[in-house]
């Protein structure tokens, strides 16, 4: 006689939260001036103060949730500054800083690498090829996630590796909307099993099998998730801190036992930005 046993008790483990360290720059000098993405209409008006509006929810809502906010000094005529996570990536101590590649985006680099230096990080190295930093890399607690194809040079990405000591996988995105990796993709809970959410058709074929592998029960969003840059979310685990319009995605991410926290960042998405482009992490 065989004996069976019963139903599996499927029991839900809710996400957990960790508290996390952000640095934050404020949109005191934004504009759209320039056009280094589709998203940049310099003919678009631009509110200053809404844009400072919806940057001091976004800190707030850090804040209240307990995460630590650390702020940068804006610097006049650099309107780009407040993407600070295109400033350094940062690992276990060690800050590989930014190398951009639209000229009107280069001097941001120093100041983040400045205040890197005054804070006391000894471990800094200056990238020698384009690197815009957690712009086009991702953190998931096992790998280094990695983009190219509009922004950051492919061999940043070995030079990431080698400067920060992590395996490095290497992405190739393909539509100039999601022009960087932190438009396309983004990590719901970092450690060794992570979990990722991302927009498929913005990965080349090789990219998205890459994907697919590595992440077999990933989030998939769909292209109205990813064209009001719902992919540009910030997770600590349990909380998602996403763009409003971004409902559909939310309600997956519900599904799974996180919870969503829509919020308003339409001025800063006229420059192709969002809640992680203002959020540069101190990943431990
Ligand atoms: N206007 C900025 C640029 O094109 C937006 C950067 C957004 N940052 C990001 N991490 N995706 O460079």
């Known amino acids: 006689m065989t004996v069976t046993a019963g139903p599996a008790v499927e029991t839900l483990v809710l996400p957990k939260a960790t508290t996390r360290r952000y640095v934050m720059c404020a949109p005191k000098y934004?504009?759209?001036?320039?056009s280094i993405n589709p998203w940049m209409d310099p003919g678009t008006p631009v509110d200053v103060d809404l844009?400072?509006?919806q940057w001091e929810a976004l800190k707030r809502t850090y804040e209240r949730l307990g995460h630590r906010v650390e702020v940068v000094e804006p610097q006049p005529g650099l309107p780009d500054m407040v993407f600070a996570a295109n400033s350094a990536t940062v690992l276990g101590g060690r800050v590989l800083g930014a190398r951009f590649r639209a000229p009107q985006r280069a001097a941001e680099a120093e100041h983040f690498r400045r205040w890197f230096t005054t804070r006391?990080?000894?471990n800094l190295v200056m990238p020698s090829r384009i690197n815009e930093a957690e712009g086009d890399f991702a953190w998931t607690g096992a790998v280094l996630l990695a983009g190219s194809g509009f922004r950051t040079d492919p061999e940043a990405h070995a030079e990431a590796q080698e400067v920060l000591g992590v395996p490095v996988v290497s992405l190739r995105l393909v539509d100039p909307r999601y022009y960087h990796l932190d438009t396309s993709l983004f990590v719901l809970t970092c450690d060794e099993r992570a979990q990722i959410a991302y927009y498929p058709q913005a990965f080349s074929a090789g990219s998205r099998r890459v994907l697919e592998r590595m992440f077999p029960d990933a989030v998939i969003a769909d292209a109205?998730?990813?064209a009001c840059l719902g992919l540009n979310g910030v997770s600590d685990g349990r909380h998602v801190v996403?763009?409003?319009?971004?409902?559909?995605?939310?309600?997956?991410?519900?599904d799974r036992g996180y919870?969503?926290?829509l919020l308003d960042i339409s001025e800063l998405?006229?420059?192709g930005g969002?809640?992680?482009?203002?959020?540069?992490?101190?990943?431990?």
């Open 30 to 34: 934004f504009t759209v001036e320039y």
């Open 51 to 53: 844009a400072m509006t």
């Open 120 to 122: 006391g990080y000894r």
């Open 224 to 226: 109205a998730d990813a």
């Open 242 to 254: 996403l763009p409003m319009e971004a409902t559909g995605l939310a309600a997956q991410l519900v």
């Open 259 to 261: 919870e969503p926290i």
């Open 269 to 271: 998405r006229k420059s």
């Open 274 to 284: 969002g809640p992680k482009c203002c959020t540069l992490e101190l990943h431990a």
